[in-house]
């Protein structure tokens, strides 16, 4: 069965240094990964999103992630936090559609809040 | 503007009294889904169909019926809403299936006293 880890519920940073939102995920096939944001009182909205090509991801807003397979791995950063970086992310994991039937199922991470201190 | 469109953004019920709550989208996409978000518990898949006419259950289907009769609509009904269905709930769509990024709508907050 395939599940999503997030390791910290809640994170703070203070703003201008670095971000580290941390993802494991079990999967027995590669899997298509992705991370959301959402803000206060809205929809989620895609950061960035690996699908077996380049190991390294880059997304929106300065954040990019790294897939390592070996440790199972799909961690969140950015070099220098911004207030507006305070929110909620969720790491998520699909099935491959290939190799499954059922294709249209996603598996939300329980979410990491970030807070951004001045 | 393309967008995920929900309706109502807020709604409060009783126990047994059935409701429908909307999601249209306006992108031709042919994947659409809901979700329910609850604290500390991420969001959690209800219901999702991959093309008209074609759905499936997600993780937490029971209590709650969906229709696509057509590709722009994907209704989430709650024949007999109960207390433990109070949440916090979210339509996407995308593309094709979930390999697409997901477009959310801005929610629908569900209380059911």
């Known amino acids: 069965a395939q599940s999503v880890t997030q390791l910290d519920s809640h994170v703070s940073v203070s703003e201008g240094t670095p971000v580290l939102l941390r993802c494991n995920y079990s999967?027995?096939?590669?899997?298509?990964l992705f991370w959301y944001v959402q803000h206060p009182n809205k929809g989620l909205q895609l950061l960035l999103k690996?699908?077996?090509?380049?190991?390294l991801v880059k997304g929106i807003n300065g954040f990019e992630a790294e897939f390592k397979k070996s440790e199972t791995s799909f961690h969140l950063t950015k070099p220098s936090a911004h207030m507006s970086d305070a929110a909620e992310y969720f790491c998520?994991?699909?099935?491959?559609?290939?190799?499954?039937?059922?294709?249209?199922?996603?598996?939300f991470g329980q979410g990491t809040e970030l807070s951004v201190k001045p | 503007e393309a967008q995920v469109t929900q309706n109502p953004r807020y709604l409060i019920t009783v126990t047994g009294k059935k409701l429908t709550v909307t999601c249209s989208q306006n992108?031709?996409?042919?994947?659409m889904s809901w979700y329910r978000q609850d604290p500390g518990l991420g969001l959690r898949q209800i219901y999702y169909?991959?093309?008209?006419?074609?759905?499936d259950k997600g993780d937490v289907p029971e209590g709650y019926k969906v229709s696509r009769k057509e590709k722009r609509n994907f209704p989430l009904i709650l024949e007999s809403p109960s207390p433990n269905q109070t949440s916090l709930y979210f339509c996407?769509?995308?593309?094709?299936?979930?390999?697409?990024?997901?477009?959310f709508g801005n929610g629908t907050r569900l209380t059911v006293t």
């Open positions: 992108m031709n996409h042919e994947y």
């Open positions: 999967s027995s096939y590669s899997p298509s």
């Open positions: 998520v994991v699909s099935r491959n559609p290939v190799i499954y039937n059922q294709g249209g199922k996603l598996i």
């Open positions: 690996y699908t077996s090509a380049a190991t």
């Open positions: 169909s991959m093309n008209v006419e074609v759905t």
């Open positions: 996407a769509s995308s593309p094709r299936a979930v390999s697409s990024p997901l477009h």
